[in-house]
């Protein structure tokens, strides 16, 4: 039997919005991402192997710090965690670090797939788990709008390198 001093019982109100730290905070994170894209079609062609891999490598990090991220919202879990959040922590982190290998071993096309698979899921899973309880509320609406970023910017990070003879 748990005693009063083994338990805590916790009592939040949460907001439906961001606070503006933290939406600015996620959406910086994300701004290298689009920065490195951008360089890729309009910087220079010499620097455009470190600007991949650099663009690459911070994409996955942020990917697998997202899967922490929710992995840490599951300690506060009334009951611990569930299921679903243990699944797209796992599924984050190894999407994530596939993405570090596959930089690494110089696929980066598979990569950038990896990487929009991840930002991808959590577009759509974030939302749902804010509703479910298992993930903060604002992340249904902060996001959608946040994983737009890497998205497009990883679309056009593989457009460029399937049209680039430098990684064809």
Do not use: C
């Amino acid at each position: 039997m748990t005693t009063h001093r083994e338990s805590r019982t916790i009592t939040a109100t949460e907001p439906a919005d961001p606070p503006p730290i933290g939406a600015m905070l996620a959406l910086a994170a994300m701004l290298p991402i689009a920065a490195g894209a951008v360089y890729l079609w309009f910087g220079d062609e010499a620097q455009a192997f470190l600007a991949l891999n650099l663009t690459l490598l911070w994409a996955s990090g942020i990917l697998m710090f997202l899967g922490g991220v929710r992995r840490g919202v599951s300690f506060r879990q009334p009951g611990g965690p569930t299921w679903a959040q243990l699944a797209i922590m796992l599924w984050l982190f190894g999407l994530g670090f596939a993405a570090v290998v596959s930089t690494v071993w110089a696929y980066p096309l598979t990569a950038v797939i990896l990487e929009l698979i991840g930002y991808v899921s959590l577009a759509v899973f974030d939302p749902i788990a804010a509703k479910r309880g298992e993930a903060p509320l604002f992340f249904a609406t902060l996001r959608p709008f946040q994983m737009a970023i890497p998205i497009v910017a990883l679309i056009a990070t593989g457009a460029y390198i399937w049209q680039s003879p430098l990684f064809g």
